[in-house]
């Protein structure tokens, strides 16, 4: 997706050859009209997958998990990562470490909002090591759904997250595969 590539070349920010900043448009500002773009790749790809349910973790892959819904006219659930007392009722959880953040969190679902049911896509604003995925695969198959796919912004290629992904039968689309951050320049696959 080259309105994404021109995104991340223009104000992303290495900050390591593991670490890509991309909070001016992504995950702390967003930039609304390249999230419809995005959200209009993903229902394009996703379209025959008989999608009908999205899911996400908050904060950063809400964005473009929403604009993919409205386009495929689909709710969208979030798991969320902090308790509430709202939220109590006999959730569906899963661990996940976050690399950035070097912190582990436990993610929750209501059960109400995924059943059997389901064709699940989901979407998130990174791939790396797979963890945040690997979560809410565990989430929507502990409700009986069935993952239709998984829709990432950017994938980070030079770690193992697709190839566990893959490796376990999972569809994967990813709109800027990044292979390389050496030297502080991103390079695409």
Same mark, same amino acid.
């Given at each position: 997706m080259e309105a994404l590539h021109k995104k991340i070349r223009e104000e992303g920010i290495v900050l390591s050859d593991q670490v890509l900043k991309v909070d001016a448009f992504l995950n702390h500002q967003i930039d609304p009209a390249l999230m419809k773009a995005i959200g209009?790749? $993903? &229902? @394009?790809?996703f379209a025959d997958a008989g999608v009908t349910k999205i899911v996400t973790i908050e904060a950063s892959g809400i964005a473009p998990a929403v604009m993919a819904g409205l386009n495929?006219?689909?709710?969208?659930? $979030? &798991? @969320?990562?902090?308790?509430?007392?709202?939220?109590?009722?006999?959730?569906?959880?899963?661990?996940?470490?976050s690399f950035?953040?070097?912190?582990?969190?436990t993610v929750a679902i209501s059960p109400r909002h995924l059943s059997s049911d389901d064709k699940v896509l989901i979407i998130d604003d990174f791939l790396a090591n797979g963890k945040a995925s690997q979560a809410l695969i565990s989430?929507?198959?502990?409700?009986?759904?069935?993952?239709?796919?998984?829709?990432?912004?950017?994938?980070?290629?030079?770690q193992g997250?697709?190839?566990e992904l893959d490796a376990q039968g999972y569809r994967v689309e990813s709109l800027a595969r990044v292979e390389s951050l050496a030297g502080g320049v991103v390079t695409f696959k």
């Amino acid at each position: 997706m080259e309105a994404l590539h021109k995104k991340i070349r223009e104000e992303g920010i290495v900050l390591s050859d593991q670490v890509l900043k991309v909070d001016a448009f992504l995950n702390h500002q967003i930039d609304p009209a390249l999230m419809k773009a995005i959200g209009d790749e $993903f &229902a @394009r790809l996703f379209a025959d997958a008989g999608v009908t349910k999205i899911v996400t973790i908050e904060a950063s892959g809400i964005a473009p998990a929403v604009m993919a819904g409205l386009n495929m006219g689909v709710p969208v659930i $979030f &798991a @969320r990562k902090h308790q509430s007392l709202t939220l109590t009722e006999n959730l569906l959880s899963a661990t996940v470490y976050s690399f950035t953040k070097q912190v582990e969190s436990t993610v929750a679902i209501s059960p109400r909002h995924l059943s059997s049911d389901d064709k699940v896509l989901i979407i998130d604003d990174f791939l790396a090591n797979g963890k945040a995925s690997q979560a809410l695969i565990s989430i929507i198959k502990q409700a009986g759904a069935t993952v239709a796919g998984l829709g990432i912004v950017i994938e980070k290629s030079f770690q193992g997250g697709r190839a566990e992904l893959d490796a376990q039968g999972y569809r994967v689309e990813s709109l800027a595969r990044v292979e390389s951050l050496a030297g502080g320049v991103v390079t695409f696959k």
